[in-house]
């Protein structure tokens, strides 16, 4: 035979096998279940944080082995062995993230072997995000992303039989509802969850109602269902069965029963009496779902499974009590796939509306200190995210340097600490510290790309465009040092936006111009004491220079022309209404007045005494105030009024009302907290008339808002413990509203990172800012330290008061949520030193504003996502921003036509994905519990509706002009 026709013959072979192998993941390799049997689907999983008491790098390696025993890069070699020997086996993976760092690694032998066993369904991912998210702390745009880039590098590199189809959420400490609608959106079959409320998982147990739809969305309805799954004890292996070796020790199983040493009969009955016959009296069918697995688990997983093998072998062929078992091995998604195909009556199942905060591990024991753990890192996190959208769009927005590998980074540094013992604070600090290093690596590679597309846009290339991260502690060398400035403000919403822009100086005098050519009124505010002695700070600026750039463009930007210069210039008049104005009766005591309403606000600082525990608890002792330690002062001038008030040598504060905005700002500087021998929590408590009969509002994860009721749970009654502050501490990722009992007025506080809030009486809110935590049950005391000395943090609540049924305009909702955009994804501020340049020859040879969309869109809608993703392909989302039935315009459906939105590009072509990007809409026929369709197709269509609530994801071809 002609070595022409063995090639073709060989590629044909090739050929067919890859189609069986791609045909035979997913549902269709699950092994069987068996009617008469109870079916017990054995999961082998592993559960590997993305850092905890290890950095991410030290457990993927394995060092620092006597901190604790761990390689997952050998956990990895091991499994990918051990499956080859037995294709019975299966085994699943969760965090894309540990996955590639780990595929890079392989020879392309490996990776074949790696890709048989995806294609067999032997070795199924589930869930597939970068990390295993937290769910309280993060917000809903960085859990979009970092699931949205592990699941495109399993789409990339795996194709179909790399697609998850389960959510496997096992570890986060308590469950939201936004994180159930993402699922939904994802286009996932289910979600498999684990730490629950103990007295809510008792009453689950005990009323079989461990398995119920979790309604992810009131106003997306029934498109944001997803089946779930609480998992019967923990995601440990049943006592007695776990056969890892390195991190547990139980006794190998020894099947033959003349060896002296057998014992399979003995474990397998355990199993059976002890798990299996248990977990049966709380499910509703015949199946079963039992991990066996833990945390950095199968490091030798050869001997694991052959324990599991063995095991199988004994229980399928043996009854017990006279019942017959069916233990195969199984996945997340065929335990889901049989439970639906079991369910003929979907409808009987429990549909639960509300989520799984807080979560109380035990008696007194609320997890709910970790809202609010490492606030300075929690704020990094926020800003970082900032930072990437803007660097995103800024990316997608020339050719400059599209798909550009530096943006790689910043999306898994964000995926990375977006794991539930990282954004948390749960970590310990040196781990802390290495996320940190993550981000500001992932910013610099980002601040080239901004660069360069700054260069394109403005037309200039010999300028370098630099943030400033350091405004937090009014430090800026840019400022401080360069005689003339190009002061770029971009705006990454899609509508114009004013922002008030911050310089610190050192002295002297100065103009600043905006594009036109007009000075502009700027006002100057002495930079508090407090701030100038925060560790670290090293900057001589000693006032702020406070500018308004007005009317940004949306995804655009305006440049200002800052110039050192004792010339004096007439500025434009700005001629601002005041929005807000007040009244101080006493240190704490406030009324803030706006057009329609008056707000009288006692607002103390104070904090509790900790009690002994480990950090992710909250234990509240005796409360202590702080009191005004020496009289305030008032800066007023024409652009806003600030008032310095200091209470103790570690906490002050500023309250700030700017001119032309309707929000009280309260920017407290908190820490070093003194004593580490006691724990401190550190709160802001906000004290009102407002009638709020118990209830009060939170955020879940920056999206919906959820009703909490004091004292209470909707689905429960919780009356074991007497009510403490910790039991009914939230998560809020932006906001927290009391609303009085006529429904007319409410009173919100907006956040600027994630944080642990309550109302504890009527009419009151706290927000607890900062902590320590000193117990014997932490694996490390939460004491964090920089410069020698304990954290110091620096953050703002806005307080915003006013009516809910009046037209938009003056509507409290839409004032909150344009605050609340602007406030998550702020106008970034980019400085570019141009000594020797006149304003007028500046402008002559450069673009001074920029607007990337051609017109900007209804205050309901906005872009979400611009992003390269592909060659000649950007992802693109559209978020409708307002919830169901608000009775107002902004609360209805909207249209935006997307064909030539863009100024820089032409649409040439639109095709909706999944929420994830990984799959096309139309191809999401997956089976579903609830069976809706999930949104109308509009292919090829360049109008696009949103309902309330909606995202919708696309892939768009483009063709930059
Ligand atoms: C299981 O039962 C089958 C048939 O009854 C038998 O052939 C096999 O040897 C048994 N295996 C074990 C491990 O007991
Ligand atoms: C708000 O106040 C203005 C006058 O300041 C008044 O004309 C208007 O009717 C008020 N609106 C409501 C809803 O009370
Ligand atoms: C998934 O990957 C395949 C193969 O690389 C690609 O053809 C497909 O377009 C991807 N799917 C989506 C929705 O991007
Ligand atoms: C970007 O530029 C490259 C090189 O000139 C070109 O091949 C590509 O088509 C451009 N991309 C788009 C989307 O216009
Ligand atoms: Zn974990």
Not at 96 to 121: A, C, H, I, M, Y
Not at 332 to 338: D, F, G, I, L
Not at 599 to 624: F, M, V
Request: charged share 25%; with cysteine; net charge negative.
């Amino acid at each position: 035979m002609g070595s022409e026709i063995l090639r073709q013959m060989l590629w044909l072979i090739l050929f067919l096998y890859s189609v069986a192998a791609s045909e035979s993941c997913g549902y269709q390799s699950c092994h069987l279940t068996k009617d008469g049997y109870i079916n017990l689907h054995m999961v082998p999983h592993t559960h590997d944080d993305m850092g905890w008491l290890k950095t991410v790098d030290q457990y993927y390696y394995g060092v620092r082995q006597d901190t604790y025993p761990a390689s997952v890069r050998s956990i990895l070699d091991s499994v990918v062995e051990a499956l080859k020997e037995n294709s019975d086996r299966r085994f699943i993976w969760v965090e894309t993230g540990f996955f590639w760092k780990w595929w890079l690694e392989q020879p392309e032998d490996v990776r074949d072997n790696v890709r048989n066993l995806v294609n067999s369904g032997q070795l199924e991912f589930v869930g597939g995000g970068w990390s295993m998210n937290d769910e309280a702390t993060t917000n809903y745009l960085a859990i979009i992303d970092q699931m949205t880039w592990g699941l495109k590098k399993l789409n990339d590199t795996f194709g179909e039989c790399g697609r998850p189809k389960v959510g496997w959420q096992i570890d986060p400490f308590g469950h939201s509802k936004e994180m159930a609608s993402i699922f939904a959106q994802l286009g996932f079959d289910g979600l498999i969850i684990n730490r629950i409320d103990y007295e809510d998982k008792n009453i689950r147990l005990a009323k079989k109602s461990m398995e119920f739809i979790w309604r992810g969305s009131d106003s997306l309805g029934a498109s944001s269902d997803i089946f779930t799954s609480v998992m019967f004890r923990h995601y440990s292996a049943p006592s007695g069965l776990c056969f890892d070796s390195v991190l547990c020790r139980d006794e190998f199983l020894v099947d033959d029963p003349d060896n002296s040493e057998y014992n399979i009969r003995k474990k397998a009955e355990d199993f059976i009496n002890n798990y299996v016959e248990e977990a049966r009296k709380s499910y509703g069918t015949s199946n079963i779902l039992i991990p066996f697995g833990d945390d950095f688990m199968y490091q030798s997983a050869g001997s694991y499974l052959k324990n599991l093998d063995k095991l199988i072998q004994f229980v399928n062929n043996n009854t017990f009590n006279g019942q017959k078992y069916n233990l195969i091995y199984s996945t997340p998604s065929c335990y889901v796939r049989a439970v639906s195909d079991e369910i003929k009556d979907k409808a009987t199942l429990e549909v639960k509306t509300d989520d799984f905060f807080p979560y109380a591990a035990g008696t007194n024991n609320y997890w709910t200190g970790y809202y609010s753990s490492r606030p300075t890192m929690k704020n990094y996190v926020r800003y970082s995210n900032n930072f990437l959208q803007v660097c995103k769009q800024l990316n997608s927005l020339t050719n400059v340097t599209f798909l550009d590998p530096r943006l790689d980074a910043l999306r898994e540094a964000m995926g990375t600490v977006q794991h539930h013992d990282a954004i948390t604070g749960t970590e310990k600090e040196h781990v802390t510290h290495d996320y940190v290093k993550m981000l500001h690596a992932g910013i610099t590679g980002c601040e080239g790309i901004a660069n360069q597309s700054l260069f394109k846009l403005i037309r200039s290339s010999n300028m370098k465009f630099e943030t400033c991260p350091l405004l937090n502690v009014s430090q800026c060398a840019a400022t401080e040092l360069e005689d003339v400035l190009i002061i770029t403000v971009y705006n990454p919403l899609s509508r114009n936006v004013s922002k008030h822009v911050r310089l610190p100086i050192i002295d002297g005098s100065y103009t600043i111009r905006d594009p036109e050519g007009n000075f502009l009124v700027t006002q100057e505010i002495p930079i508090s004491e407090s701030v100038l002695k925060v560790p670290g700070r090293t900057s001589k600026a000693t006032k702020e220079v406070i500018f308004l750039a007005q009317n940004v463009p949306p995804l655009g930007f305006k440049s200002y022309f800052f110039e050192k210069t004792s010339n004096k210039f007439k500025t434009k008049s700005l001629n601002l209404p005041k929005k807000v104005s007040y009244k101080r009766k006493s240190p704490n005591d406030w009324s803030f007045s706006w057009k329609n309403i008056t707000l009288d606000l006692t607002q103390p600082l104070l904090y509790y005494n900790g009690t002994d525990g480990d950090s992710y608890a909250l234990k509240t002792g005796e409360e202590i105030h702080f009191r005004e330690i020496s009289p305030s002062v008032v800066y007023e001038g024409d652009l806003l009024t600030e008032i310095h008030q200091t209470f103790s040598d570690w906490v002050s504060q500023i309250v700030r009302m700017y001119s032309n905005e309707y929000f009280v700002e309260f920017e407290y500087l908190v820490g070093p907290i003194p004593d580490n021998t006691t724990g401190k929590e550190v709160v802001s408590r906000f004290s009102t008339a407002t009638n709020s009969h118990s209830k009060f509002y939170t955020d879940t994860n920056g999206r919906d808002t959820l009703q909490r009721i004091r004292d209470y749970r909707p689905t429960w009654n919780t009356s074991v413990e007497p009510p403490r502050p910790e039991k009914n501490y939230y998560p809020v990722t932006s906001k927290i509203s009391i609303i009085d009992d006529n429904e007319e007025t409410m009173v919100s506080l907006l956040t600027d990172r994630a944080q642990g809030a309550t109302s504890l009486r009527d009419g009151e809110i706290e927000l607890l800012v900062h902590r320590t935590c000193i117990g014997e049950g932490a694996y490390e005391q939460l004491f964090e330290e920089a410069f020698g000395t304990g954290v110091v943090t620096r953050g703002s609540h806005y307080l915003v008061s006013g009516l809910l049924n009046v037209s938009d305009s003056e509507n409290i909702l839409a004032i909150e949520k344009d605050l609340e955009e602007r406030k998550f994804l702020d106008s970034w501020v980019f400085f570019a030193s141009n000594n020797n340049v006149s304003f007028e020859e500046y402008r002559e040879k450069h673009v001074m504003e920029f607007s990337g969309l051609k017109r900007a869109l209804p205050s309901n809608v906005h872009v979400l996502t611009l992003e390269p993703w592909a060659p000649d392909t950007i992802l693109f989302r559209l978020e409708h921003l307002f919830e169901k039935d608000l009775n107002n315009e902004l609360s209805k459906n909207v249209t935006v036509n997307v064909k030539d939105l863009f100024s820089t590009f032409e649409v040439l072509s639109i095709k909706e994905a999944t929420l994830g990007a990984n799959q096309w809409l139309e191809n999401n026929t997956s089976f579903n519990f609830v069976n809706v369709s999930k949104t109308k197709l509009n292919d090829g269509k360049f109008e696009i509706t949103l309902r309330p609530m909606e995202i919708r994801t696309f892939l768009i071809e483009i063709k930059f002009y």
